[in-house]
């Protein structure tokens, strides 16, 4: 019987193959296109980089690897068959014309497709790293977020440079993440708000200290800010005092950055994702001595404390939200009320405005509509004359409310003024006094520090004044109300922390009903 012998037609002739080559000619032409349209736009947004960079070339190279697949399916078809026994590998003659030409368009395309995906790669890598990619293409999930980032004082910083850092290791590790995140998204299965801190991230000697030298020295620094009293003046003031940052080594290595200092070594253990349930401390020293305070006011065990993570404190402890802070209503309407973005000299504006602001709203919508109706009938019903001779003010307080509660409010994700509490200082919420609250003592009864001058001098009110201008002088109080001596003879009231007022940045409690019922 004569053997069958092997076809001419080659082994990609087949409607896989077929398939696979019409994904990777689309992918290549949409890519062309793509490009063109990059080099088009001034800003191209991150949709437009994402489709040419990495879709369209995920196409073509899955298009050939298509027809590939389709190729080795051939030939199985055929070896079953009994049309060849064995798999039929080219020959290339280049003395042949025809061959040398084939050769010839076969290596030029080759080359201008590895060169296109090549640049399209580098550009892919690019684009993932860029803030636009972090930001805006999740824009719901990432958009509190990445509206804090832009007004921090880190917004000219990538998002790669703190969140994933140097290493190709660590890129990877953060794509790897990217994708589970990217499921959620699609799944819907992502957490509301965004769970802070973040875990894996890589410690702050890694990423903060590449900007920030933990050695240096910064001394003290005068800190001032605008402050408006909530009376119906607004009254204007300025608080100032010397923070005393210190940081370094030796006699230097005080202040606030001994926490940091590199003699030192603070590690702590917390009860709470959140790090701020805070039962236990211990301080070891250049010395190699250490100390460990533990809560009295509801303590936890040894053999607990034992079991739970120990924590060896850096940077980001403090600076928790260093390149996303949410302003609350306080510091916020103070600042718009500092620049001009609506009137001062409204009665009650300082007051009308915190009150507002700190409402809950179930949308975005009904909380503009909300604020609108406060602020206007406060004024209608309690100061109609105003109400009728300064309505454009009127107008431009509703706007900058709208505008502060978008920056800082997204009900969509469940993120208010309240879910991302900064720890630096300790007024509008625990901060420093998650540990230095005078409840953390050591065995021979030592109290972990308490006092305030051990971080900024006591603060001075005075009037508002240019910026690096001497400290104000003046004969008031530091603190601008003074309970009655009736608050200050009850014992639980001596303990009472700046946060426990102040909390949230909403108006400040001065009755005992806001605290205890009526």
Same mark, same amino acid.
Not at 313 to 333: K, L, Q, Y
């Given at each position: 019987?004569?053997s069958?012998?092997?076809?001419k037609?080659?082994?990609?002739?087949?409607?896989?193959?077929?398939?696979?080559?019409?994904?990777?000619?689309?992918?290549l032409?949409l890519?062309?296109?793509?490009?063109l349209?990059?080099f088009?736009?001034?800003?191209?947004?991150p949709?437009?980089?994402?489709?040419?960079?990495?879709?369209?070339?995920?196409?073509?190279?899955?298009?050939? #690897?298509?027809?590939?697949?389709?190729?080795?399916?051939?030939?199985?078809?055929?070896?079953?068959?009994?049309?060849?026994?064995?798999?039929?590998?080219?020959?290339?003659?280049?003395?042949?014309?025809?061959? *040398?030409?084939?050769?010839?368009?076969?290596?030029?395309?080759?080359?201008?497709?590895?060169?296109?995906l090549?640049?399209?790669?580098?550009?892919g890598?690019?684009?993932?790293?860029?803030?636009?990619?972090?930001?805006?293409?999740?824009?719901?999930?990432?958009?509190?977020?990445?509206?804090?980032?832009?007004h921090?004082?880190?917004?000219?910083?990538?998002?790669?440079?703190?969140?994933?850092?140097?290493?190709?290791?660590?890129y990877?590790?953060?794509?790897?993440?990217?994708?589970?995140?990217?499921?959620e998204v699609?799944?819907?299965?992502?957490?509301?708000?965004?769970?802070?801190p973040?875990?894996?991230?890589r410690?702050?000697?890694?990423?903060?200290?590449?900007?920030?030298?933990?050695?240096?020295?910064?001394?003290?620094?005068?800190?001032?800010?605008?402050?408006?009293?909530?009376d119906?003046?607004?009254?204007?003031?300025?608080?100032?005092?010397?923070?005393?940052?210190?940081?370094?080594k030796?006699?230097?290595?005080a202040?606030?950055?001994?926490?940091?200092?590199?003699?030192n070594?603070?590690?702590?253990v917390?009860?709470?994702?959140?790090?701020?349930?805070?039962?236990?401390?211990?301080?070891?020293?250049a010395?190699?001595?250490?100390?460990?305070?533990?809560r009295t006011?509801?303590?936890?065990?040894? #053999?607990?404390?034992?079991?739970?993570?120990?924590r060896?404190?850096?940077?980001?402890?403090?600076?928790? *939200?260093?390149?996303?802070?949410f302003?609350?209503?306080?510091?916020?309407?103070?600042?718009a009320?500092a620049?001009?973005?609506?009137?001062?000299?409204?009665?009650?504006v300082?007051s009308?405005?915190?009150?507002?602001?700190?409402?809950?709203? =179930?949308?975005r919508?009904a909380?503009?509509?909300?604020?609108?109706?406060?602020?206007?009938?406060?004024?209608?019903?309690?100061?109609? =004359?105003?109400?009728? #001779?300064?309505?454009?003010?009127?107008d431009?307080?509703?706007?900058?409310?709208?505008?502060?509660?978008?920056?800082?409010?997204f009900?969509?994700?469940?993120?208010?003024?309240?879910t991302?509490?900064?720890?630096?200082?300790?007024?509008?919420?625990?901060?420093?006094?998650?540990?230095?609250?005078?409840?953390?003592?050591?065995?021979?009864?030592?109290?972990?520090v308490?006092?305030?001058?051990?971080?900024?001098?006591t603060?001075?009110?005075?009037?508002?004044s240019?910026?690096?201008?001497?400290?104000?002088?003046? =004969?008031? =109080?530091w603190?601008?109300?003074?309970?009655?001596?009736?608050?200050?003879?009850?014992?639980?009231?001596?303990?009472?922390?700046?946060?426990?007022?102040?909390?949230?940045?909403?108006?400040?409690?001065?009755?005992?009903?806001?605290?205890?019922?009526?």
């Amino acid at each position: 019987m004569e053997s069958k012998r092997p076809p001419k037609k080659s082994l990609w002739r087949n409607w896989v193959s077929y398939f696979g080559g019409w994904c990777a000619a689309s992918g290549l032409v949409l890519m062309a296109l793509g490009l063109l349209l990059q080099f088009t736009l001034k800003r191209p947004g991150p949709y437009s980089g994402i489709f040419t960079f990495l879709l369209f070339p995920m196409v073509v190279v899955g298009g050939f #690897a298509i027809v590939l697949v389709g190729m080795l399916l051939e030939r199985r078809r055929r070896k079953r068959t009994g049309i060849v026994e064995a798999r039929p590998y080219p020959a290339i003659d280049l003395n042949d014309p025809k061959q *040398r030409a084939t050769f010839r368009w076969v290596t030029l395309a080759g080359m201008v497709i590895f060169v296109g995906l090549s640049f399209a790669g580098y550009h892919g890598f690019l684009l993932t790293e860029s803030v636009g990619f972090c930001g805006n293409v999740c824009h719901t999930q990432m958009g509190p977020e990445m509206q804090a980032y832009q007004h921090s004082p880190h917004a000219k910083v990538a998002c790669v440079e703190c969140h994933v850092g140097g290493g190709a290791s660590h890129y990877v590790q953060s794509k790897m993440n990217g994708t589970k995140q990217l499921v959620e998204v699609v799944l819907g299965t992502y957490d509301k708000p965004i769970p802070t801190p973040i875990k894996g991230l890589r410690p702050a000697r890694e990423t903060c200290e590449e900007c920030h030298w933990s050695e240096k020295n910064w001394g003290s620094q005068l800190y001032q800010r605008p402050h408006f009293r909530y009376d119906e003046k607004s009254t204007p003031e300025q608080i100032s005092m010397l923070v005393k940052t210190g940081g370094g080594k030796g006699v230097y290595g005080a202040g606030i950055h001994w926490h940091m200092a590199v003699e030192n070594e603070v590690t702590y253990v917390a009860l709470d994702d959140r790090l701020q349930d805070i039962p236990w401390v211990r301080v070891k020293r250049a010395d190699g001595s250490s100390v460990e305070y533990a809560r009295t006011e509801k303590p936890v065990d040894a #053999a607990t404390i034992a079991k739970l993570p120990h924590r060896t404190m850096d940077c980001i402890d403090c600076h928790n *939200r260093p390149a996303h802070d949410f302003e609350v209503p306080d510091v916020a309407v103070d600042r718009a009320l500092a620049a001009g973005v609506f009137s001062a000299t409204l009665p009650y504006v300082k007051s009308l405005s915190v009150e507002t602001l700190t409402k809950d709203y =179930d949308t975005r919508d009904a909380a503009h509509a909300g604020m609108k109706s406060a602020v206007s009938s406060f004024y209608a019903q309690k100061y109609p =004359d105003v109400a009728a #001779a300064r309505g454009a003010d009127i107008d431009k307080l509703v706007t900058g409310l709208d505008e502060i509660y978008d920056r800082n409010v997204f009900p969509e994700m469940k993120v208010g003024f309240k879910t991302y509490p900064s720890n630096i200082g300790h007024r509008n919420s625990a901060g420093c006094f998650r540990c230095h609250d005078g409840k953390h003592v050591a065995p021979d009864g030592k109290v972990l520090v308490t006092e305030c001058k051990a971080c900024h001098t006591t603060p001075q009110r005075g009037p508002q004044s240019g910026m690096g201008e001497a400290m104000p002088s003046t =004969d008031e =109080d530091w603190h601008p109300w003074q309970p009655p001596q009736k608050y200050l003879d009850v014992k639980e009231h001596k303990s009472v922390q700046c946060f426990e007022c102040h909390l949230d940045g909403r108006k400040p409690k001065t009755e005992c009903n806001e605290c205890h019922g009526r």
